[in-house]
């Protein structure tokens, strides 16, 4: 079974601490791709990142990193010197299997960023 | 440009009534996506367009639900007989293509309470 789990409801940080976003994903696929969108509170879904699952190079893109151990099926997601903007909904995702992007994704983790 | 919208931003209905959502994907997108997103959920898949036919609709929850993209552009998500347990946000997304390493442009969404 394909599964996505995101164990952290809700995460609430003060301006400018690290954050760190769980995500545990299971798939049956030997290839896979894995993503990350934000949901801010306008509700429109915005693509963050896309992981292939033959590269385990961690990625950083200014202050958010993403750790992809494909050992622990995880796909973590770090946002460094968090800001207030980054206060959003954040969901990991995994395509079913089937060879095209039909996307399973986790419950989402609710971010608050605080002054 | 133009990226994916879908209309009506809200719509408010009785049991019991049809009601159609409309989505128009990116110019160029062949693939289009159809969520729902339940309230403090993850949206879940419903149906997947390739062109103009339906290449996989096993996420519709029953006959009541109902999709076309009849030119291969915009499409119409038609829901007979709604039912309260029909409330959530509909999502859209285009992508280019249908397949796994593509990201998926989502639209605002249509907010549906049926009372």
Redesign the interface.
């Known amino acids: 079974a394909q599964k ?1 789990t995101q164990a952290q409801t809700e995460i609430s940080v003060v301006e400018k601490e690290d954050v760190t976003l769980d995500c545990v994903y299971e798939t049956r696929d030997t290839t ?2 894995l ?1 990350w ?1 934000k949901q801010p509170p ?6 963050l990142i ?1 992981r ?1 699952s033959f590269d385990e190079q961690n990625e950083i893109s200014g202050r958010y990193s993403w750790n992809f151990q494909k050992s622990t099926s995880s796909f973590n997601f770090t946002i460094t010197a968090s800001q207030v903007v980054d206060s959003a909904v954040y ?1 990991c ?1 995994l ?2 299997s ?11 983790t609710r971010l608050a960023v605080h002054p | 440009g133009a990226g994916v919208s879908q209309t009506p931003s809200n719509k408010v209905t009785e049991k019991g009534k049809y009601v159609e959502l409309r989505c128009d994907p990116i110019s160029g997108h062949t ?1 289009l ?1 159809w ?1 729902r997103q339940s309230l ?6 419903l149906i ?1 367009f ?1 062109g103009t036919g339906a ?2 609709d096993s ?1 519709l929850p029953n006959d009541r639900f109902f999709a076309v993209r009849p030119e291969g552009s915009v499409s119409t998500l038609k829901i007979q007989r709604t039912e309260r347990g029909d409330s959530a ?1 509909y ?1 859209c ?1 285009s ?1 280019p293509e ?12 249509t907010r549906l309470t049926v009372l």
Do not use: C, H, M, T
């Open positions: 996505v896979y791709y993503f969108y306008s509700g429109e879904l915005v693509f896309r292939n969901f995702a395509p079913f089937g060879g095209y992007n039909k996307l399973i994704f986790g419950a989402g | 693939a996506y969520y403090g959920q993850g949206p879940e898949f997947y390739q290449a996989d996420g946000v999502l997304a992508s249908g397949v796994p390493y593509n990201e998926q442009f989502f639209g605002p969404g």
